[in-house]
């Protein structure tokens, strides 16, 4: 009798599906240690054994995501003629820092609000904890990039407007106020409306660099504000953390029926983050075009050039949202190469 029912239990647990086979497994393993560790004290419930079994699964989408976001670096060389020794980083860093911050963000965004049982009814109130969440995910991002930086140097560090080069702002059809920043090497745009638009730029650059080269300097900030770069950025940042957070509620919703299909979704989103970073390349190039064919392109590369010895040399080492120094330079020079 006891043979046949551990028969017929062996059958159903058979025909499970590979996800429902997996929850099964970690109860049966914390069941056992719980017996054999703590006695019979019951401190094990459903929530926990939840809890645990979505950690693996994420902890494998991600390892998986790996593998299946090199679609980014095909679409980055195809498409935009990037070096692939460099596009390979970005896909790798991608898949390991930006996902992986991102789930963090979107788990965070459905407990804060429902609390740890959110992680049951999360398929059941998708719109709902879209909605409740936006706040919260893209909060932090835009925070420390567009406002505790630069609010940074703006309240806690000496500083003073210059007039002549607020009026380089006018002269090239653009608004807003240009501040010296007192012992720094900044040199960055800030604000999205025509009367928030500052530029800071470090007293060191104008200490080092001649004025034609400073000038510059100011110049590529100013391609930043013409071209919006700062508004399509943020727009950049709002479909990376969407589609992030979208592909991340449809693995879970799919995690019953389809275990396959969670890893087709998070590589979905380690494609494209590198993708959209590769655009972010791209809008620092063409406020580098826009320097230079003001300036000249020998004095903006000399800009350049000093400007990568005040950072110890960085701008040579890859960096996640600008391109290398030699690949700047290179795309001057082609630039005004073809403007004349």
Not at 57 to 84: C, D, H, Q, R
Not at 243 to 259: D, Q
Request: glycine letters at 6%; a positive charge; hydrophobic letters at 45%.
């Amino acid at each position: 009798m006891e043979k046949g029912k551990a028969c017929k239990n062996t059958v159903k647990i058979h025909s499970l599906n590979p996800s429902c086979r997996l929850k099964y497994f970690i109860l049966h393993c914390i069941r056992e240690i719980n017996e054999q560790l703590i006695g019979s004290f019951k401190f094990i419930t459903s929530e926990t054994v939840n809890i645990l079994y979505s950690s693996i699964m994420w902890v494998t989408i991600l390892l998986a995501s790996i593998g299946i976001s090199l679609s980014g670096l095909i679409i980055s060389v195809t498409f935009y003629g990037e070096n692939i020794k460099e596009c390979w980083k970005e896909t790798l860093i991608s898949s390991l820092l930006i996902i992986p911050v991102f789930m963090c963000v979107i788990s965070l965004s459905v407990i804060v609000p429902f609390g740890l049982s959110a992680l049951g009814i999360a398929n059941e109130y998708i719109l709902l904890v879209l909605i409740i969440s936006m706040p919260i995910m893209t909060t932090p991002i835009f925070l420390y990039k567009y406002i505790v930086i630069p609010l940074y140097y703006l309240l806690f560090r000496k500083k003073e407007m210059n007039p002549e080069y607020t009026k380089l702002l006018t002269d090239n059809d653009c608004h807003g106020k240009v501040f010296v920043i007192k012992n720094s090497n900044i040199a960055c745009t800030m604000g999205i409306t025509k009367k928030s638009q500052i530029i800071m730029i470090g007293s060191n650059l104008i200490e080092n660099l001649s004025k034609d080269e400073y000038t510059g300097i100011l110049l590529h900030e100013i391609g930043h504000i013409k071209y919006k770069h700062l508004r399509k950025l943020i727009l950049i940042d709002i479909v990376g953390v969407y589609i992030t957070m979208l592909t991340g509620f449809l693995a879970s919703y799919s995690s019953n029926k389809n275990p396959y299909v969670i890893v087709a979704a998070i590589g979905l989103a380690g494609g494209l983050i590198p993708f959209l970073r590769i655009i972010m390349k791209q809008y620092e190039k063409k406020a580098d075009s826009y320097a230079a064919q003001i300036i000249g392109a020998d004095t903006y590369i000399s800009a350049l050039t000093k400007l990568n010895g005040l950072f110890a040399g960085r701008m040579d080492k890859y960096d996640i949202e600008h391109p290398r120094l030699k690949d700047r330079i290179e795309n001057i020079k082609k630039c005004c190469k073809n403007r004349h």
